[in-house]
């Protein structure tokens, strides 16, 4: 039995074992090659519905970099935008909702609806991948005054 109990343990204390993250489990997507979800949802981080704009569809992917002390205008989405954090962290303030900061790895839905604005507090550049997906000429971001 004490022989059993040590193999145990030591499979338990594995490397192997414990790189796997308890969160998430591997899953193989219907064509066959492992996918890991990021975010699956119809609503914005805010809770407001998605919504398309009619038209011919265009999707525009960018880059997006804040230096530390950075922030954008104030504004809002015509279209819902997919973020990704790549480096540092980015803060929204959402106005009367609060401000949430997002940190590498973390991906959202912004809202499209509330004003909002971006920074980055932190000490080293922001990066996200912004995927806007709307149509032929609606407008990506709105600027508020």
């Known amino acids: 039995m004490p ?11 594995s490397p192997a074992l414990a790189q796997r993250a308890p969160d998430v489990a591997p899953a193989t997507n219907a064509a066959g090659y492992p996918a890991v979800p ?9 809770g407001e519905k998605l919504r398309y704009p ?4 265009h999707v ?11 922030r954008t ?10 973020a990704y954090i790549l480096d540092g962290e980015l803060s ?13 790895g973390d991906s959202f ?9 971006g920074f980055n507090a932190g000490k080293e550049p922001a990066r996200l991948i912004a995927v806007y997906m709307g149509a032929k000429g609606a407008k990506d971001v709105e600027p508020v005054k």
């Open 92 to 104: 929204v303030d959402y106005g009367d909702k609060g401000v949430r900061t997002y940190k590498k």
């Open 54 to 57: 009619s038209g011919d569809p």
């Open 3 to 13: 022989r059993f109990l040590f193999a145990l343990a030591l499979l338990a204390t």
């Open 109 to 117: 839905m912004e809202a499209m609806d509330a004003v909002h604005y």
């Open 73 to 82: 205008i104030p504004h809002k989405h015509g279209v819902p935008l997919f």
């Open 38 to 46: 990021l975010l699956s949802t119809g609503t914005t981080i805010l």
């Open 60 to 70: 525009t992917a960018s880059i997006i970099t804040l230096a530390p002390g950075q």
